[in-house]
């Protein structure tokens, strides 16, 4: 446990790194496919939120910036369930910086089989004849994360070592993306109807083909703003 004094600083830090994070999610990056918002910078943050204040403060962050967002007028978009992805975005990363491994790994692998067995799901897509994971660059980015995280352990990788961040951030983007995709299915097309089950396919094909560029866009960006923050965080405690 931190004591009193570091974790009333910690959540201090977190209420305004929340406020930081609403402010950018008035920045559009590229429309919500099927529904009426965008993706905007914040989500480019969500994963420094867990590096900086681990899983619950981090991810409590997310939540609270999401409801700030609102409050600022940007339209509700998932039944305000929008907090979803990024809330887990900041949790798997603040799990791998947290040494949390196992769980760092294990859960981004319940999402990708929770999202597998839904039946309104794509498994596997026709790319020119041949069929591809729907979620191939979520299990890429698990693959990654547990070799950053084998050799962190082993003390060959330094948490603030560039490729480190760059493999958190790259695995807790995509995670946030298959969180997503559940919250999409649920509220777009069980609670709300918005897409007719005739539209699902189309809908997942023109996913398929648009987020990996949006997901590299999300995690070079996370990379190259947390990887300096951090270091000058670490600086600071020093």
């Known amino acids: 446990m931190l004591p009193v004094r570091r974790r009333t600083y910690a959540v201090a830090s977190a209420s305004l790194f929340a ?39 981090g991810g409590s962050s997310m939540v609270l910036g999401n409801f700030v967002d609102f409050a600022m007028g940007k339209p509700v978009v ?19 910086f947290t040494g949390h491994r196992k769980a760092a790994v294990g859960f981004p692998a319940l999402l990708l ?9 794509p498994v596997l ?21 547990s070799g950053a995280l084998l050799y962190e352990k082993r003390g060959s990788l330094a948490r603030l070592n ?3 961040v760059s493999a958190v951030a790259f695995a807790s983007t995509m995670s ?9 299915e649920n509220v777009i097309f069980r609670l709300d109807g918005v897409i007719p089950k005739d539209g699902y ?9 648009a987020y990996p560029l949006e997901r590299v866009l999300y995690v ?19």
């Open 19 to 57: 406020v930081v994070y609403a402010v950018l999610g008035f920045f559009p990056v590229s429309a919500i496919i099927g529904a009426s918002g965008f993706l905007t910078f914040r989500e480019v943050v969500s994963p420094l939120a867990g590096m900086l204040f681990g899983p619950v403060v």
């Open 78 to 96: 998932f039944d305000f369930l929008d907090f979803i992805p990024d809330l887990v975005s900041a949790v798997v990363a603040g799990l791998a």
């Open 113 to 121: 089989v929770w999202f597998t067995l839904d039946p309104l799901s």
């Open 125 to 145: 897509v026709s790319m020119g004849g041949i069929n591809v994971p729907f979620l191939w660059m979520h299990l890429i980015s698990i693959g990654v994360l």
């Open 162 to 164: 560039p490729a480190f």
């Open 176 to 184: 946030g993306h298959v969180a997503g995709n559940i919250m999409y």
């Open 201 to 209: 396919q189309a809908f997942w094909a023109l996913a398929f083909y």
């Open 220 to 238: 070079v960006l996370g990379a190259m703003v947390a990887y300096p923050v951090l270091r000058a965080v670490s600086r600071r405690q020093e």
